[in-house]
């Protein structure tokens, strides 16, 4: 069975710091992979998608990451974070033909002023 | 409606009863999800509808739970004979159509469940 590691359960930065969530899923077989967004009392949001082709994928808020097969990881990152970006973070993976997201356990992003 | 809407947002039940959750999909889409997220087990997968049909219903932990939709719309998760380990926030996601591939699921902002 799929599963997804989130080797960090909390990470704490200072705003306009770089960050890099990490994500690792236990199977590379035609998989597809997500990172998920909750905002403090708000539902999931979709941050950004693999499926094919290019291996780095990008967000509209300047989030990007990079899909790694060899590594079976899927990390994310940012460059320069903003308050705003405090939220907890899901990492998620389903197989080609599958409709069952498999999710992380999330980590915690707080950005300290 | 503009987003999947949830109800009850919050629900606290006593140990033993029933209790029914109910999702309204975003209009038009033919794909329906259910997951349960809760503090020791983080979000787990619970049911997929594609219209009315269920082709994947592995998550439901137990015989207490199920779920049904009806007129691919409206969907209604039943827990019978709640116990404290249900306690957890419940929810419903929709998408335009079948596959994840090249569609994005929406989700509602959940209903939480409490077990006293």
């Known amino acids: 069975a799929q599963s997804v590691t989130q080797l960090d359960s909390q990470v704490p930065v200072f705003e306009e710091a770089p960050v890099e969530l990490r994500c690792n899923y236990s199977?590379?077989?035609?998989?597809?992979l997500f990172w998920y967004v909750q905002y403090p009392n708000q539902g999931l949001q979709l941050l950004l998608k693999?499926?094919?082709?290019?291996?780095l994928v990008e967000s509209i808020n300047g989030f990007e990451a990079e899909f790694n097969k060899s590594q079976t990881s899927f990390h994310l990152r940012k460059p320069s974070v903003h308050i705003s970006d405090t939220a907890e973070y899901f990492c998620?993976?389903?197989?080609?033909?599958?409709?069952?997201?498999?999710f992380g356990k999330g980590t915690k992003l707080t950005v300290n002023p | 409606g503009a987003g999947v809407s949830q109800s009850p947002s919050n629900k606290v039940t006593e140990k033993g009863k029933d209790v029914e959750l109910r999702c309204d999909p975003i209009?038009?889409?033919?794909?329906l999800y259910w997951y349960r997220q809760s503090l020791g087990q983080g979000l787990e997968f619970l049911i997929y509808?594609?219209?009315?049909?269920?082709?994947?219903k592995s998550g439901l932990p137990s015989d207490r739970f199920s779920a049904e939709r009806t007129g691919g719309s409206v969907s209604t998760l039943t827990i019978q004979r709640t116990q404290q380990e249900d306690s957890a926030v419940y929810l419903c996601a929709s998408s335009s159509a079948r596959g994840l591939s090249g569609n994005t699921i929406y989700f509602g902002e959940g209903s939480w469940l409490t077990v006293v």
């Open positions: 209009s038009g889409h033919t794909a």
């Open positions: 693999y499926l094919s082709g290019s291996t």
């Open positions: 998620a993976v389903t197989q080609g033909g599958s409709e069952k997201l498999v």
């Open positions: 509808f594609q219209g009315n049909s269920a082709p994947d």
């Open positions: 199977s590379s077989v035609s998989v597809y």
